[in-house]
């Protein structure tokens, strides 16, 4: 008697996004809620971050195709947000206060409604899955 295959279907995009969007918005409904450098922020981050990183690192998420190599062109692109995180990076480390702010401290004000740092949480949190998911 031959016994029929039996073949289990992967979810397709639709499905993942029907399940990844929603947590995601979830996590950023909760994290904008939270007051801007606090410690329950911080840790809310670097929980979430842990959280993102051990997933993606794991065989349950799929992954998407290998983006193609960047081209001799994309480093006048790069230059630029490299020299921005290394004066971030400086002013953050000197603690150069409100005569040099870092871009989170320019930011603060606009940060300072939940709604705005909601939509900044899911906009960090989308953009961090799909870097972790290559």
Request: proline share 7%; net charge positive; no cysteine.
């Amino acid at each position: 008697m031959e016994q029929p295959e039996v073949a289990a279907r992967a979810p397709g995009a639709r499905g993942r996004a029907a399940v990844t969007v929603p947590v995601l918005i979830v996590v950023a409904l909760v994290g904008g809620q939270l007051p801007s450098f606090s410690t329950a922020a911080s840790l809310w981050t670097l929980g979430t971050g842990i959280v993102l990183i051990r997933l993606g690192l794991g065989d349950r998420a799929s992954r998407r195709a290998a983006a193609r190599p960047l081209g001799p062109g994309a480093l006048w692109w790069l230059l630029p947000l490299a020299v921005f995180g290394g004066f971030e990076a400086v002013t953050f480390a000197l603690s150069a206060g409100d005569d040099l702010p870092t871009f989170s401290r320019l930011m603060d004000p606009v940060l300072d409604r939940p709604v705005a740092r909601s939509a900044a949480w899911f906009a960090w949190s989308a953009a961090f899955w799909g870097l972790v998911r290559r």
